[in-house]
Structure formats: structure tokens, C-alpha cells
T-cell receptor, first 113, second 114 residues
Framework: DAKTTQPTSMDCAEGRAANLPCNHSTISGNEYVYWYRQIHSQGPQYIIH???NNETNEMASLIITEDRKSSTLILPHATLRDTAVYYCIVSRRENTNAGKSTFGDGTTLTVKP | EPEVTQTPSHQVTQMGQEVILRCVPISNHLYFYWYRQILGQKVEFLVS????????KSEIFDDQFSVERPDGSNFTLKIRSTKLEDSAMYFCASSLHGANTEAFFGQGTRLTVV
């Protein structure tokens, strides 16, 4: 699985958009970009994933650059409960293989009032 | 909403003892995982399981560890002879498919080896 690079920490004001960047310059064509978060030692929580196109769900949006070497997770209106460590993971998963997620250090997002 | 359930939430055991950590994955999921997180460190992959066999394992998952799906609903992680350094939070996860699907994680079992 390709390696990812994320900033160690970021702050965001409550109610504003949080934009979390991730570099994955060695990503290969069949690898997906996944985002998870971990709130204070709870189990990691899935947020969103994508292959090439931008994706949006009820939690967040994922913008992947055209060359797929980087992506940005956007939380459109951050709340205090979004304070967590956010992990960007690149993973190849096939129907015949369970695959795995390799968690790095992630970005600690602190949402401030 | 369906969820992955882990028991117990906290287990204290003496060094050298065997422990079994239990997980009930989401019922229609086919892929199962164990991860661990030592306090203050990264979440580390241990093992993945599909079609009643280990799909992939990390170098952490040595002969002291084993996994089993004994009855079609539970997924267990056994540590045969615990060491102090096995103290960690252990997370179970499951996913519907291998490809293009998210993994759902349980809330973890905190294992303390004394």
C-alpha cells in the first residue's frame, strides 16, 4: 500500500470548514483513498473513500487531484465533536482479499469555539 | 445502526496467561480484522480473515496469536501466553466486501497485562 503524508495538527474554528490535506504521491492505479477518524481512543470511524472522482456523503467531502497524488478531506461545518485524529489511508482491496488499513500518525484536528 | 461489538471492554490478566478477546462483527459482513493500539501509539494491523482463513497478517501476529470464527457469528483473538508488551487496546473490525467498502470498528478491548 502507498504511503501517505499528513500534517501533524490543525486547528479550525467551530462552524467553519475544516480542510485536511493528504499526500500520497506513490499511489497506484488500483488503490483507493480512505479517510477514518479516531475520537479519543475510541475505535476508528470510517468517514469516506474514493478512487478518482470527488465524493460526498453526510459527513464530509473528498477531493482527489487529477493526478491522484493528493487529496483533501473537507468537513463543511466543523463542530466541537469533530475534534479527533484524522487518518488518510491508501489501500488496495480486492474481492478475494480482505486487505488491510495501514494507519499512520494522522492529523490531530482541534475544533475551537 | 448495525455495529461491531467487542467484549470485554477491559481485561486484566497476569503475564503468561492466555486471553481470548471476543468480537461480534456485523452480521452480513464477510471480512474480519484485528488491530491493536498501544497507548499513545499508532493503530497497528494484526490480521485479516476471510472465507475461514487468514488472509493477511503482520509481523506482530506471531505464533502467540491465533484467530477463530467458531460459530459463524463470533470472531476471536487468542493470545496464548501474554507478555507485558501485549498491553494495548485491541480493535476488531469487519467489512462487507474486500474491495471498495469501508471497515466498521468496534469500541475496543483494553488489555492490561500485569
Amino acid at each position: 500500500d502507498a504511503k501517505t503524508t499528513q500534517p501533524t495538527s490543525m486547528d479550525c474554528a467551530e462552524g467553519r470548514a475544516a480542510n485536511l490535506p493528504c499526500n500520497h504521491s506513490t499511489i497506484s492505479g488500483n488503490e483507493y483513498v480512505y479517510w477514518y477518524r479516531q475520537i479519543h481512543s475510541q475505535g476508528p470511524q470510517y468517514i469516506i473513500h474514493g478512487l478518482k472522482n470527488n465524493e460526498t456523503n453526510e459527513m464530509a467531502s473528498l477531493i482527489i487531484t487529477e493526478d491522484r497524488k493528493s487529496s483533501t478531506l473537507i468537513l463543511p461545518h466543523a463542530t466541537l465533536r469533530d475534534t479527533a485524529v484524522y487518518y488518510c489511508i491508501v489501500s488496495r482491496r480486492e474481492n478475494t482479499n480482505a486487505g488491510k488499513s495501514t494507519f499512520g500518525d494522522g492529523t490531530t484536528l482541534t475544533v475551537k469555539p | 445502526e448495525p455495529e461491531v461489538t467487542q467484549t470485554p471492554s477491559h481485561q486484566v490478566t497476569q503475564m503468561g496467561q492466555e486471553v481470548i478477546l471476543r468480537c461480534v462483527p456485523i452480521s452480513n459482513h464477510l471480512y474480519f480484522y484485528w488491530y491493536r493500539q498501544i497507548l499513545g501509539q499508532k493503530v497497528e494491523f494484526l490480521v485479516s480473515f476471510y472465507n475461514n482463513e487468514i488472509s493477511e497478517k503482520s509481523e506482530i501476529f506471531d505464533d502467540q496469536f491465533s484467530v477463530e470464527r467458531p460459530d459463524g457469528s463470533n470472531f476471536t483473538l487468542k493470545i496464548r501466553s501474554t507478555k507485558l508488551e501485549d498491553s494495548a487496546m485491541y480493535f476488531c473490525a469487519s467489512s462487507l466486501h474486500g474491495a471498495n467498502t469501508e471497515a466498521f470498528f468496534g469500541q475496543g478491548t483494553r488489555l492490561t497485562v500485569v
